[in-house]
């Protein structure tokens, strides 16, 4: 019998049926409690007090990250030590679900799942302290700011990696059936950097720009031009997109404008393309504007690397998959052109990010970052265990 046809179905090892049999709801109760209080990066003072006082009860040592949110914990004993990652915070938008444990935050939600992954990693961390005989020991990442990025960084910074054999984690996918978990080799996501051009021009009649420096013509022109001559300079294959989000110049129609802006992001999948965006890109917005005459400043703030999966570690994690749920809930997965942090984990440590199922299988998938969003519960239980099988796999 697989998970995907009975969800409750125990997959061993025997102690991990045992204490979800008694547990599972409790996991739910977990998340719960964080969907009704979420709170967005850099303050999540409560969701880490809330993590640290569950660890402790269960007679583990939690430790609070230096910057005063996030959680480190260990499990077992031995020179050995993998780690598992979830994120906590939420993120900035109302929620419209009219769940009875709704968000009680105006303007606050977990509309990305996070609290499912925090739930889930709780009970990987409690099911572990019941292992005969755990064959190393496992770190528990509970990760601050992940939407607005940094809390990787900062989760580095603490050291919280020294002596990391491998790191895995999940996220919701709400294209994917409760029960199904997707593993990917190489990237699975994209390196996300922002653009914001501010450009200047003395201004002047429309009748008379050679008098001025048509500045709305040079927003035109970089709004076009940049993204195709990025595709000439960059390997197609690398998955780069440049998406204008905001553009901004001028009221009136005789009139050219002193100043103007654009805002944008730039994605790629490629480690090396995104490491070469910082002066390709200044170079080419350069180009197109020095000869209009138009001032001009770039602020590229720079984001996240790519995630790209070891293929060692994906194949520990596919197989953890397997032993947990059964062969038929293991899945591929595309990659995405979103952004995530754990690709700074990454560039330190081998590992695996994969993505668990949270559609019922009926009704409409509702996206991820929607008001609306929504995830079945009964991914919780299927969560902890592909994280405990995935940390039995990697000590083993």
């Not at 719960?32 to 809330?50: F, G, I, K």
């Not at 002047?204 to 500045?215: E, I, K, N």
């Not at 994690?317 to 809930?329: K, M």
Request: include cysteine; hydrophobic fraction near 40%; glycine fraction near 12%.
């Amino acid at each position: 019998m697989s998970i995907v046809e009975d969800l409750g179905a125990g997959r061993g090892p025997s102690w991990l049926d045992a204490w979800l049999e008694d547990n599972a709801g409790v996991v739910v109760g977990w998340r719960r409690h964080l969907h009704a209080h979420p709170e967005p990066h850099r303050h999540e003072h409560a969701t880490t007090e809330y993590i640290v006082t569950i660890l402790r009860e269960a007679g583990l040592a939690p430790q609070v990250l230096p910057v005063g949110t996030g959680v480190i914990c260990e499990v077992g004993e031995g020179p050995r030590c993998v780690a598992l990652r979830a994120d906590i915070d939420a993120l900035r938008l109302p929620e419209v679900t009219g769940l009875p444990f709704a968000s009680t935050v105006p303007g606050v939600c977990h509309a990305c799942g996070h609290d499912a992954h925090t739930a889930a990693l709780l009970g990987a961390a409690l099911a572990l302290t019941c292992a005969p005989g755990l064959p190393g020991r496992v770190r528990l990442v509970f990760q601050p700011a992940e939407e607005e990025p940094g809390g990787a960084l900062d989760v580095l910074a603490a050291g919280a990696l020294k002596g990391v054999e491998r790191i895995f984690g999940l996220h919701c996918d709400p294209r994917l059936q409760v029960g199904r978990i997707g593993t990917r080799v190489g990237a699975i996501t994209s390196a996300s950097d922002m653009l914001e051009l501010r450009v200047s021009s003395p201004g002047g009649h429309t009748a008379r720009p050679h008098l001025s420096a048509d500045l709305v013509y040079a927003l035109g022109l970089v709004i076009t031009s940049l993204p195709a001559l990025l595709a000439r300079r960059v390997d197609p294959r690398s998955g780069t997109v440049l998406t204008w989000g905001a553009v901004g110049a001028g009221e009136a129609f005789n009139t050219i404008p002193e100043k103007g802006m654009l805002r944008g992001t730039l994605r790629t999948s490629d480690r090396e393309v995104w490491a070469g965006f910082d002066a390709l890109v200044g170079e080419l917005i350069s180009a197109l504007l020095v000869p209009t005459g138009v001032g001009f400043d770039l602020d590229h703030r720079r984001g996240v690397p790519p995630v790209v999966n070891d293929a060692e570690s994906t194949r520990l994690l596919s197989t953890a998959v397997e032993a947990a749920l059964g062969p038929d809930a293991l899945t591929s997965t595309e990659q995405s052109s979103g952004g995530e942090d754990f690709g700074w984990y990454l560039e330190h440590v081998p590992g695996s990010f994969a993505r668990m199922g949270v559609w019922s299988g009926t009704g409409p998938k509702s996206d991820l970052h929607r008001p609306s969003f929504q995830l079945d519960e009964r991914a919780l239980p299927v969560g902890v265990r592909v994280l405990v099988h995935a940390a039995l796999a990697a000590l083993t």
